[in-house]
């Protein structure tokens, strides 16, 4: 059965720390790991890692995935308090075939906390 | 706002009766998904279809839950004989099918189902 195991549950920081999130998996045929964050409403999404190694970067936040140990992090730099939230990490996988599975399985998620 | 959309938003209902939700998908997305979220945890996957068809149910999914997309369009989610545990955050996603931009899923900002 996948499986997804995010850390740390949750995390308080002050405006401005710099704050890594951690996402390891087991999954049979892995094709992509995804970043959402979470509000008090829908996850929205903010990355989508298929190749090892390669940083994906969007303003403040960042997130490389590496494929040989089974893990991804997101860093988010210089905090604000519109970054609290739930992040969520997920995973999706091919099926036998090759052809994209539909269902993505996530983690627990991280409660992150920024306090001014 | 072209997103995804749910319908109802909230819906108390008491035990034992039957509940139905709707999900309008982005328009150009053939693929439809159906997850559920409790409190603290991570979105658990229910069901998807790929235009009309379903495609995958999960074995968590009891008999009294039954999905549809009768013309791979919207799609209504049906809890008969609904009971306590039923009461969650029933969040609806969607994807274009087929290659890297299938696994990208966008959500919709869920129905909270309250079961007293």
């Known amino acids: 059965e996948d499986k997804v195991v995010q850390s740390p549950l949750s995390l308080v920081v002050h405006e401005g720390d710099t704050v890594t999130l951690n996402c390891s998996y087991e999954?049979?045929?892995?094709?992509?790991l995804l970043w959402y964050k979470q509000e008090k409403k829908a996850p929205t999404f903010l990355f989508m890692l298929t190749s090892s190694g390669i940083e994906k970067k969007s303003g403040r936040l960042s997130s490389i995935l590496d494929k040989k140990e089974l893990f991804s992090i997101l860093n988010i730099t210089a905090t604000q308090t519109g970054d609290s939230a739930i992040y969520l990490c997920a995973v999706a996988r091919a099926n036998a075939g090759g052809t994209s599975y539909g269902k993505l399985t996530f983690g627990q998620g991280t409660i992150l906390t920024v306090h001014p | 706002d072209t997103g995804v959309s749910q319908n109802p938003r909230h819906k108390i209902t008491k035990r034992g009766q039957n509940v139905t939700f709707r999900c309008d998908p982005i328009s150009e997305h053939n693929r439809l998904y159906w997850y559920r979220q409790t409190l603290g945890q991570g979105p658990e996957f229910l069901t998807y279809?790929?235009?009309?068809?379903?495609?995958?149910k999960s074995r968590l999914l009891s008999d009294r839950f039954s999905a549809e997309r009768p013309k791979g369009s919207f799609s209504t989610l049906e809890i008969q004989r609904t009971e306590q545990g039923d009461s969650a955050m029933y969040l609806c996603?969607?994807?274009?099918?087929?290659?890297?931009?299938?696994?990208?899923?966008?959500f919709g900002p869920g129905t909270r189902l309250t079961v007293t």
């Open positions: 999954v049979t045929n892995f094709r992509s």
């Open positions: 279809f790929q235009n009309e068809a379903q495609l995958e």
């Open positions: 996603a969607s994807s274009l099918g087929g290659g890297p931009g299938s696994y990208e899923q966008y």
